[in-house]
């Protein structure tokens, strides 16, 4: 390839810059190290679409999460330091994120086993770091890891080798280096193994039943981790599941195939969303919405199986960007708490728009697209999933009816669990708070410039794809949630110096 000798020393200069980063302790300069490291990554990544080594898919997932992955990596700096982290904690984030893009930009199927992989033993890892510090996480979280998500994953690769094995008559290696923006020959596989394909991406999308692993995983994990495995990783799940049924010939049984999706969909909507309603860690309850917007996410997959139209695929994608920007928002955000008051139990942190002014904006607007705000990325994808789903099953109503219940039962439980969050930034506390900490605004930037990438990604994401109308409509809505932001965070603070000011009196 012509452009490989401009694409490695992209790919060497990146990464020297992340290792200078790791070499100094001035904030400053790791801050800029970091910027300039992740923005020559976005480079190269918009390098591989443009010589087409890439293809849309891998471009819109990786470019974006590279965005995420930067403001995820500046955070860790001050969460590392004030909860007492060892260093390596900043160099296994770093490196697990670099993974995780280079998983999405794999231009071929090896390249995306071999960084997957990777991504595995490096959740693990940080899992484990979270064990040996958190106070309030299981310590069989990482065991649960490894044992179901990584293992059913391998399980689902190695069948699908094998299926091509079978099929071709020998393992051609130009089936796993052919890039994926190639024609691919189609494999028949027989609806035995299906479900040995299937298992492994689906436990890693957090399915029901296959979902057990997640809540303990992404609770006990640091904060800039959870950030990562809830916003980027679980969605590895789908994204694997689209790479290899690209290879194999669905014609005979996607719609079977997207009708029980449907189902384990609808399960995981109901249960997700039902068990995020009554946890009182906030980041159990947070892990918990994951596995019900997963729900969600596999229904317009399933959508995407039976119609095979291109709107299905864009709405898969808005889905998964819409999940990192409030995943990796709010997790961030509830490892604030853990600095602030050294604790995740939701009773306990109340008032939040006054202890952490600036975040709690960039919460606010997380939370805007999870309820589904007009001008979100979270509103765009309910209303498009809708109008999509009407356009293209009309022909099929029971399937038409099946899909919208599902959508109308994540739409009511995702704005019910929005609600409740939002007390966070309001209600008053049930006795005074203990603030271990006072955090400064620097502190609270990251989560705020997160926030803000619930709005900002939705007219970029519309742009890339050449919807011209939708990006100029996203960006005329844009002012809608940062209206409604503001409007809640003046009103809780003047409904907090209210309380306060009550129980000066009475005291």
């Not at 994990?221 to 049924?245: D, E, H, I, K, Q």
């Not at 229904?299 to 808005?318: D, G, H, K, P, R």
Request: aromatic letters at 12%; one cysteine or more.
């Amino acid at each position: 390839m012509n452009s490989l000798t401009t694409l490695i020393p992209l790919v060497i200069l990146s990464l020297l810059f992340i290792v200078l980063s790791h070499r100094t302790n001035v904030f400053q300069r790791k801050v800029v190290f970091k910027v300039i490291g992740y923005s020559v990554l976005a480079v190269l990544i918009v390098l591989l679409y443009t010589e087409q080594v890439i293809d849309i898919v891998s471009f819109t997932l990786a470019s974006s999460f590279t965005i995420l992955s930067l403001i995820i990596s500046t955070y860790t700096l001050s969460y590392m330091k004030t909860l007492h982290y060892p260093h390596t904690l900043e160099i296994l984030v770093d490196v697990f994120l670099y993974a995780l893009i280079a998983a999405y930009a794999a231009p071929n199927i090896i390249i995306l086993v071999s960084t997957w992989t990777l991504v595995e033993i490096l959740g693990f890892m940080l899992i484990k770091t979270g064990e040996e510090h958190s106070l309030e996480g299981p310590l069989t979280s990482s065991r649960g890891f490894l044992l179901t998500s990584t293992a059913t994953y391998e399980l689902s690769v190695f069948t699908f080798i094998a299926v091509s094995f079978f099929t071709l008559g020998n393992l051609s290696p130009n089936l796993l280096l052919k890039t994926f923006t190639e024609g691919i020959s189609k494999i028949q596989a027989s609806y035995i193994v299906l479900p040995l394909l299937l298992v492994g991406f689906l436990t890693k999308a957090a399915i029901t039943p296959l979902h057990f692993w997640l809540p303990s995983a992404h609770s006990t994990a640091p904060s800039p981790a959870s950030a990562a495995l809830s916003g980027f990783t679980v969605s590895l799940g789908y994204y694997g599941l689209y790479r290899v049924l690209n290879y194999i010939e669905m014609s005979d049984f996607s719609q079977y195939l997207g009708v029980a999706l449907i189902a384990l969909g609808g399960f995981s909507v109901i249960y997700g969303g039902v068990e995020a309603l009554s946890q009182r860690d906030v980041k159990r309850l947070l892990a918990y919405s994951t596995i019900m917007t997963d729900g969600f996410i596999l229904v317009l997959f399933a959508l995407y199986l039976i119609t095979e139209t291109q709107q299905s695929l864009i709405l898969i994608l808005a889905g998964i960007l819409a999940q990192a920007a409030y995943k990796t928002t709010l997790f961030c955000e509830a490892g604030l708490f853990e600095m602030l008051y050294e604790t995740r139990y939701i009773h306990l942190i109340r008032g939040a728009i006054r202890s952490l002014p600036i975040s709690s904006l960039g919460g606010l607007l997380a939370v805007s697209s999870l309820i589904g705000v007009p001008g979100t990325l979270g509103f765009a994808t309910k209303i498009a999933s809708i109008y999509v789903a009407f356009g293209e099953l009309s022909a099929n109503i029971d399937i038409l009816v099946s899909v919208l219940v599902v959508f109308t039962l994540y739409i009511a439980l995702s704005a019910v669990i929005g609600v409740k969050y939002v007390t966070l930034y309001y209600a008053p506390p049930i006795k005074p708070p203990l603030i271990v900490r006072r955090l400064t605004p620097q502190q609270q930037l990251p989560v705020l410039l997160l926030g803000l990438t619930n709005i900002i990604l939705t007219p970029l994401y519309f742009h890339v794809l050449g919807y011209t109308w939708l990006t100029l409509l996203t960006i005329l809505l844009a002012p809608i949630p940062l209206i409604t932001v503001y409007l809640v965070a003046h009103t809780a603070s003047i409904s907090l110096k209210r309380v306060e000011g009550v129980l000066a009196w009475s005291s």
